[in-house]
């Protein structure tokens, strides 16, 4: 207690009160989403097509609300890892847990393809989202709401055959966020938008998960995607988790600075090595 009282030397360096707020409201976005998003802990994960296994043994907790980006090359695993969290498939052993429940409860994914509905106007492929609730009284305000988080409310009544690319994929996220979902998981959503369109998504994709609280979990080709916006990066090769990198940096983070560079030339130089040794 002593120590924890003894008060600052005259000559040390002054303290950056700016930067105790930064953390400080980090801390507390850290604690509100795991109010609201769902935990997750694999076993003994394995998958395998035929002869092929694709999954050899992934062990991995994800505390609730946390953002974890998943990176690797291409045919390591990590989309069939999303599917296999998703839903979309079975294991062929191991175990997935949901907080204390043994299956998927209140998880969604968005694709790299908008799979929008071409004959349905935007603000009915958003109301898809809900499901069975879509009878629901007020199905149609809670669409309306996810429109407007997404910044196309202006865009309901509009075909999707109009909307550019990056629009798509907002009608899309919104599908998937009218649900209030608990986990959200992105496979590669992003990966066919031009340059600054996908940097304008990124900061979206942070907004609503900062402000929603799910538990979210990106598979990306891009490393700089992933070090902006995950709390950890998850580097998959031959089917395990070979590196598990914490991004212990405040939020809303610069992108081009130094720590992030370092930090995406750290995982970009395991992943360099781990192809060569494959040559």
Do not use: Y
Not at 64 to 83: E, H, M, N, P
Not at 155 to 165: I, N
Not at 180 to 203: K, W, Y
């Amino acid at each position: 207690m002593q120590e924890a009282l003894r008060f600052q030397p005259v000559d040390a360096e002054p303290v950056d009160h700016a930067d105790i707020v930064v953390k400080s409201r980090h801390l507390r976005r850290v604690t509100d989403n795991a109010a609201r998003g769902l935990s997750l802990t694999i076993r003994g994960l394995r998958k395998a097509f035929g002869d092929n296994e694709v999954l050899r043994g992934i062990d991995l907790h994800i505390p609730s609300g946390q953002f974890v980006a998943i990176v690797g090359r291409s045919g390591c695993g990590k989309s069939t890892l999303l599917r296999l969290i998703a839903g979309l498939d079975a294991p062929t052993a191991g175990s997935i847990a949901f907080g204390e429940e043994p299956r998927a409860q209140d998880v969604r994914v968005m694709f790299q393809e908008p799979r929008l509905l071409p004959w349905a106007r935007v603000l009915s492929n958003v109301e898809v989202g809900l499901g069975r609730e879509r009878s629901s009284a007020d199905a149609q305000a809670r669409a309306e709401r996810a429109l407007v988080e997404v910044g196309l409310g202006d865009k309901r009544a509009q075909w999707p055959s109009v909307l550019s690319g990056g629009q798509k994929q907002r009608v899309a996220l919104a599908r998937a966020l009218v649900s209030q979902p608990r986990v959200l998981a992105f496979d590669e959503p992003l990966g066919a938008l031009d340059a600054l369109t996908r940097i304008s998504m990124q900061q979206l994709l942070e907004r609503v998960w900062r402000d929603q609280g799910f538990t979210a979990i990106l598979v990306t080709h891009d490393v700089a995607e992933a070090v902006a916006l995950a709390d950890r990066v998850l580097v998959i090769e031959d089917g395990r988790i070979a590196e598990d990198v914490t991004i212990d940096l405040p939020r809303p983070r610069r992108r081009g600075s130094a720590e992030l560079a370092a930090l995406e030339g750290e995982i970009l130089k395991h992943l360099l090595e781990g192809s060569e040794d494959t040559l």
